[in-house]
């Protein structure tokens, strides 16, 4: 059975770049799948907007707990979501100089 509308995996959902990304593909009717960090919790302010309960039969925003030093975690979670479309925004936000 075919898929109604595309399905994206984002990393870097919260930053600012995931973030305008995710609201722009949302906005296309896209199915939103985010990875985020353990430690990004306090930090969701730039999606929270656009989130709501992922039980919700409407709901096309979903978030995933995982870290790209994971491959496991990653591989399990590519072949539970299964996207269309991969857009790799992750960083780290405090890079020492």
Same mark, same amino acid.
Request: no cysteine.
């Given at each position: 059975?075919? %898929?109604? %509308?595309? +399905?994206?995996? &984002?990393t ?7 973030? *305008?990304?995710?609201? =722009? ?5 896209? #199915?939103?799948?985010?990875? &985020? %960090?353990?430690?990004?919790?306090? @930090?969701?302010? %730039? &999606?929270?907007? /656009? *989130?709501?309960?992922?039980? #919700?039969s409407?709901?096309? /925003?979903?978030?995933? *707990? ?8 990653l591989?399990? =979670?590519?072949?539970? &979501? +299964?996207?269309?479309?991969? *857009? @790799? /925004? ?8």
């Amino acid at each position: 059975m075919a %898929r109604s %509308r595309k +399905r994206v995996f &984002i990393t870097g959902i919260t930053g600012q770049d995931g973030s *305008y990304l995710a609201e =722009l593909l949302l906005a296309k009717g896209y #199915e939103v799948h985010g990875l &985020i %960090r353990r430690a990004s919790t306090f @930090n969701t302010h %730039r &999606i929270d907007h /656009l *989130y709501s309960d992922p039980h #919700e039969s409407d709901a096309k /925003l979903f978030l995933h *707990y995982g870290d790209l030093s994971d491959g496991s975690r990653l591989v399990t =979670l590519m072949a539970q &979501i +299964r996207p269309d479309e991969v *857009y @790799n /925004l992750a960083a780290q936000s405090h890079v020492k100089v």
